[in-house]
């Protein structure tokens, strides 16, 4: 409790010292950390990376196992097994069309929180520095006021505390940054093996999954 209490007092401090725009800044962090956080449980809810039982179904297909095919990709812990379940039973290849836009409708699904990621990561920086710039006017315009009797340490007092703007700003865009990549780079992953899924299923024994970087049906645009 004491340790809770000693946390609020100093995120109240520091709100008082960097103002509004540092309380933006705050806001903005706590916004990000939500959106992850969803992010997280929905990847995990999702299956987003387990792969092993639609890699196992594709295998059972291209042996010739259609009825073991179809089981273990209708059992797979994945969001994408639906999309193999019904790549197995497509009669031809003139589904191809459907079935990607049935696999991009579930991977933008996933994709959902990314662009205001995105925001928070390059706005947050710019809150920053306007944070700073209006703090170093305000120090500027003291120390003119105080015309020959400039104190040198007020004046470097308002300094750092402007700075502290661009320093918040800062530390929000980059862990966000990095954790964006990081949820653009699992996606991405699930993109490929979408692909491979579906051209392994429409012409079995090709080995679609050997070659998942082909995205012959994706035009990805971030939401």
Request: contains cysteine; aromatic residues 4%; hydrophobic residues 55%.
């Amino acid at each position: 409790m004491i340790h809770l209490m000693e946390a609020r007092d100093a995120l109240v401090g520091l709100i008082r010292l960097g103002g509004p725009v540092v309380a933006l800044i705050l806001a903005l962090s706590v916004l990000a950390g939500a959106v992850v956080l969803c992010k997280l449980w929905q990847f995990r809810a999702a299956g987003v990376g387990r792969h092993t039982g639609l890699k196992a179904a594709i295998t059972a297909q291209d042996a010739g196992q259609h009825t073991r095919a179809r089981a273990l990709a209708e059992a797979a812990p994945s969001h994408l097994s639906p999309l193999l379940a019904e790549a197995l039973q497509a009669q031809s290849a003139a589904t191809r069309d459907r079935l990607y836009t049935l696999a991009e409708d579930r991977l933008a699904r996933l994709e959902t929180g990314f662009r205001l990621l995105d925001t928070i990561a390059q706005v947050a920086p710019l809150l920053g520095l306007f944070g700073t710039v209006l703090g170093m006017i305000d120090a500027f315009r003291a120390m003119q006021g105080a015309g020959q009797a400039v104190d040198p340490s007020v004046l470097a007092g308002g300094i750092w505390v402007a700075l502290m703007t661009t320093a918040a700003g800062l530390a929000v865009a980059m862990p966000v940054s990095a954790l964006l990549a990081w949820l653009e780079q699992r996606m991405a992953a699930e993109r490929r093996m979408a692909t491979a899924l579906i051209e392994a299923a429409l012409c079995p024994g090709l080995r679609a999954l050997a070659e998942p970087s082909v995205q012959p049906g994706f035009a990805h645009v971030p939401a």
